[in-house]
């Protein structure tokens, strides 16, 4: 069974940078997709950033240009770093994975961005 487990989050002043991490174990010997979505309360989810199994990377209009996706294959483990965020950055970020045609999502993590 696969498991996500994010970490990084917190309260940044705008302007400031934040790195979340996903950490997936089980066995994974590789994956359709990997990457970020978030949601805002009463918002619909919005893709932030996602990595395709041959390497691609797509990112969210909002967010091209200050985050950045990147993986460790050894540590099962993506990154989104996050730069230059703003107060419309603040809501909570799930890290996802696509298996075998079958999403699997991380329970969240909280973003806050101060003005």
């Known amino acids: 069974q696969v498991q996500l487990v994010e970490s990084g989050g917190g309260l940044v002043q705008a302007g400031g940078s934040l790195r979340l991490s996903c950490a997936a174990s089980g066995i994974i010997a590789s994956f359709d997709s990997m990457g970020w979505y978030r949601q805002a309360p009463g918002k619909q989810r919005e893709l932030v950033a996602t990595?395709?199994?041959?390497?691609?990377?797509n990112y969210g209009d909002s967010v091209k240009g200050r985050f950045t996706i990147s993986r460790d294959n050894a540590k099962n483990t993506n990154y989104l770093e996050m730069n230059s965020l703003k107060p419309e950055d603040t809501t909570v970020y799930y890290c996802?994975?696509?298996?075998?045609?079958?999403?699997?999502w991380g329970k969240g993590t909280l973003v806050t961005v101060s003005s």
């Open positions: 996802y994975l696509v298996l075998d045609g079958i999403y699997y």
């Open positions: 990595f395709t199994k041959d390497g691609r990377t």
